[in-house]
């Protein structure tokens, strides 16, 4: 069965600083991974995918990922964090593109002026 | 396109009535999902359609809630009769390839 896991339910960073989430997973197939972010009072709006293409991910807004598959990983960073960054980001796993995709426990990011 | 379209925004009922929420999806998705998100149990999928045809529906609390797909372009989801626990926010979310899902702004339902 797939799961994940975040690491940590709530981070706080300094605005400028590195932002580092993390995501493990556990699959017994090459999985789709993905991340999510929701704003207050707001739908979740996808960030970024991993679909068994480069390991390196570029989404939206400066955010990217890496699929590590040794270590069953897909932490999600940011080189310098913006005061716009402050929301809940959720990693998501499913193991083919039509199956459901289990969602982890989310992180709660806070972004200190 | 509008994306997922979600009615009520806000529902406030007393405990025992009839909830019904709706959804719209993206015109051309296949695939439907109904998510309940509450502090204590985070997001949980509830129900998923592909095709109109319910696929999965182990995530639904009990036989209080049912939902439906009568056709590509509307879904709805009924809590009945309504309790204090179902107080949640409600998304419907949906999708075309490669499970990318785009997500409704949410109905936020208090039981009274």
């Known amino acids: 069965a797939q799961s994940v896991t975040q690491l940590g339910s709530h981070v706080s960073v300094s605005e400028g600083a590195l932002v580092l989430l993390r995501c493990n997973y556990s699959?017994?197939?090459?999985?789709?991974l993905f991340w999510y972010v929701q704003y207050p009072n707001q739908g979740l709006q996808l960030l970024l995918k991993?679909?068994?293409?480069?390991?390196l991910v570029k989404g939206i807004n400066g955010f990217e990922a890496e699929f590590k598959k040794s270590e069953t990983s897909f932490h999600l960073t940011k080189p310098s964090a913006h005061m716009s960054d402050a929301a809940e980001y959720f990693c998501a796993v499913s193991p083919t593109s039509y199956d459901k995709v289990i969602f982890g426990p989310g992180t709660s990011l806070s972004v200190i002026p | 396109d509008a994306g997922v379209i979600q009615s009520p925004r806000h529902e406030v009922t007393e405990m025992g009535q009839e909830v019904t929420l709706r959804c719209k999806p993206i015109?051309?998705?296949?695939?439907l999902f109904w998510y309940r998100q509450t502090m204590m149990r985070g997001l949980e999928l509830l129900i998923y359609?592909?095709?109109?045809?319910?696929?999965?529906d182990s995530g639904m609390p009990e036989d209080r809630f049912s939902a439906k797909m009568p056709n590509a372009s509307f879904s709805t989801l009924k809590i009945q009769p309504s309790e204090p626990r179902d107080s949640a926010v409600y998304f419907c979310a949906s999708s075309r390839v490669d499970n990318e899902q785009f997500f409704g702004p949410g109905t936020r339902l208090t039981v009274l």
């Open positions: 699959s017994s197939v090459p999985p789709y």
């Open positions: 015109s051309g998705h296949n695939s």
């Open positions: 991993y679909t068994s293409a480069a390991t």
């Open positions: 359609f592909n095709n109109n045809v319910p696929i999965d």
